[in-house]
């Protein structure tokens, strides 16, 4: 069983140096996820991945069932989860190509099916830190032993999108404090944490947000900076999963012990 899990975001579809073992798909009580899950070793490590938004990118942010895709992961026995991310930088030093690992999250989606509890149990997670900071601290290490520059602390701000920002709006998550803003991250963090999967975020700076830079935005920058992005990305991953991971030192796994009414 795989106890690892990779979330491959919009030009991401698959994981160089992947070896390849079977592709499965699961059904969940909450519907299918995004498409069927490629079963592989990277670094000696059995890995589950997904491209979140399906094999051709057909679905759109807000129409992906985040919920099957964690109980997917969850079903098939994954309890620490990788996700990748196109995001647009707000800060003005997070040129295109920049990779963040953020800490933070300001939630900013609306209409998305958000919890796993929404029938007759009352739950509340404690999401204080939204990422697992085991997992962030291995992601330093690896990008470090990988030679790849990455920062290592941010604020991502998630929108429902579709469309992208506004000037005026990406000014007003700046003085939020978002560092970045993409369309992903909730509610997956939120129902990981209430998986009890450990999670962490790799976002790519695809794009200057709106009105950070003069250029208008696209598509077609995001998907080059995602590709040419590829190879930093793998080498972080076979570094991360090359680290010895022994008896989580994160409270991620015992979330709803303390968070049921
Ligand atoms: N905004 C929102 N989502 C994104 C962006 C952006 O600028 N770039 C990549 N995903």
């Known amino acids: 069983m795989p106890e690892f899990g990779i979330i491959g975001g919009s030009g991401l579809y698959r994981i160089p140096g992947l070896e390849i073992l079977e592709e499965m798909t699961v059904s969940t009580p909450y519907g299918d996820p995004s498409g069927s899950f490629t079963i592989g070793r990277l670094s000696g490590k059995e890995i589950a991945f997904l491209p979140r938004h399906g ?3 057909t679905l759109q942010p ?5 919920r099957a895709n964690i109980r997917g992961f969850r079903q098939l026995g994954v309890r620490r989860l990788l996700s990748v991310f196109a995001t647009g930088g707000i800060r003005p030093d ?5 990779i963040v690992v953020p800490d933070q999250i300001i939630d900013s989606t609306s209409g998305r099916a958000s ?9 509340h997670i404690d999401f204080t830190e939204p990422f697992c900071p085991m997992l962030r601290n291995f992601l330093g290490r690896a990008a470090k032993r990988a030679k790849v520059d990455l920062l290592c602390k941010g604020t991502y701000l998630c929108v429902n999108g ?3 920002e506004t000037a005026a709006e990406i000014r007003a998550y700046a003085l939020l404090g978002a560092d970045i ?3 992903t991250a909730m509610p997956e963090a939120a129902l990981a944490r209430e998986a009890g999967i450990c999670y962490a975020g790799l976002s790519v700076v695809t794009n200057h947000a709106a009105g950070i830079s003069e250029k208008k935005l696209t598509v077609t920058e995001v998907k080059e900076v995602m590709g040419s992005s590829e ?3 793998s080498s972080i991953l076979k570094d991360f999963f090359m680290l010895q991971f022994k008896i989580p030192a994160c409270s991620c796994r015992q979330t709803l ?3 049921r009414m």
């Open 257 to 259: 012990e303390t968070a």
């Open 231 to 233: 190879e930093r990305l």
């Open 162 to 164: 579709p469309r992208l």
């Open 55 to 57: 094999a051709g990118h």
């Open 94 to 98: 997070l040129a295109p190509g920049s």
């Open 181 to 183: 803003v993409g369309m």
């Open 62 to 66: 807000h129409k992906i069932n985040y």
């Open 115 to 123: 919890t796993f509890f929404d029938q007759d149990e009352v739950v």
